[in-house]
Nanobody, 115 residues
Framework: QVQLVESGGGLVQAGGSLRLSCAASRNIVIFNAMGWYRQAPGKQREMVAIFNEDDSTNYAESVKGRFAIYRDSAKNTMYLQMNNLKSEDTAVYLC?????????WGQGTQVTGSS
């Protein structure tokens, strides 16, 4: 069993920055994949940024150049640095991991970008 706990969400003005954190209950080095997703009201959940199994990264086109995903294995924590936030970035951001082939999700943290 793996627990993922997100933090760092909040209300920020357009153009502002936030850093989200995802703390894992197990050593993230063993994770097959790990990443951030988001879900806005009335919309489908979408990928924001992910680490693939080979440690390569993928970003949604809408966040390229503004968001950066990184992790600290010593702290078992993954981060999402979000810069130049826009109102359309408003959503619940969820941490996701695949461990031994099983998917795990955090509870999510709300990010609201005000115009």
């Amino acid at each position: 069993q793996v627990q993922l706990v997100e933090s760092g969400g909040g209300l920020v003005q357009a153009g502002g920055s936030l850093r989200l954190s995802c703390a894992a209950s197990r050593n993230i080095v063993i994770f097959n994949a790990m990443g951030w997703y988001r879900q806005a009201p009335g919309k489908q959940r979408e990928m924001v940024a992910i680490f693939n199994e080979d440690d390569s990264t993928n970003y949604a086109e809408s966040v390229k150049g503004r968001f950066a995903i990184y992790r600290d294995s010593a702290k078992n924590t993954m981060y999402l640095q979000m810069n130049n936030l826009k109102s359309e970035d408003t959503a619940v951001y969820l941490c996701h991991a695949i461990v031994c082939g099983y998917p795990y999700w955090g509870q999510g943290t709300q990010v609201t970008g005000s115009s």
